[in-house]
């Protein structure tokens, strides 16, 4: 017999969503008919994912919807520049300003490339050790740079924070900040 994962968590989430009160492991298994160590897990997944906040009262694990705000309903409105990058070290999303600085005028042309392909990363060649090396350890990364955009032009000094992701369907990545100084 096969279970459709996906569909579990998607019954978890609209069980959690319609009891913002909070839901216990037993009161959700109860509800879709899967056992308790199964529901843990999928709670689990979804609390590393950000789907769920979960607080402890005694013993108990109470599950809550999550209250965080999704980064891509921020995204476009910071001045600094973003880049996110899997962890095959392709391009899963890049925000407007760092698009434009970098004269690009198609977002399709980056996404699901290689970051190593971006200018940035070609005149910055650490940047592609710092996202492994902040993938692998799951730290917070800083560095500052000095970039040019063509020979003549005068350098830019940036810095840059490396910053270990979960994306939604559990996959790893790392956000790459980069802010003028």
Do not use: C, W
């Not at 009891?19 to 008919?33: A, F, L, Q, Y």
């Not at 789907?51 to 919807?65: H, L």
């Not at 520049?81 to 760092?98: H, R």
């Not at 592609?128 to 500052?144: F, V």
């Amino acid at each position: 017999m096969k279970i459709d994962y996906h569909k579990e968590l998607e019954k978890i989430l609209e069980i959690i969503k319609k009891n913002p009160k909070g839901s216990t492991i037993k009161e959700i298994s109860k509800k879709i008919g899967v056992n308790r160590n199964a529901v843990a897990k999928y709670l689990d997944v979804l609390h590393v994912a950000g789907q769920v906040e979960v607080k402890k009262f005694g013993p108990a694990k109470v599950y809550f919807p999550s209250k965080s705000v999704p980064i891509s309903t921020l995204f476009e409105f910071s001045d600094d520049f973003i880049i996110i990058v899997g962890e095959d070290m392709a391009t899963v999303e890049i925000n407007t300003p760092f698009l434009e600085y970098l004269e690009l005028l198609n977002k399709n042309k980056v996404i699901g490339k290689p970051v190593k392909m971006l200018p940035f990363a070609k005149a910055y060649p650490k940047m592609t050790d710092n996202i492994r090396e902040a993938m692998e350890k799951q730290e917070i990364l800083e560095d500052n740079i000095e970039y040019r955009r063509d020979n003549t032009s005068k350098p830019e000094h940036f810095k840059v924070k490396f910053i270990p992701t979960t994306f939604n369907d559990g996959g790893s990545g790392v956000v790459v900040m980069l802010k003028r100084i």
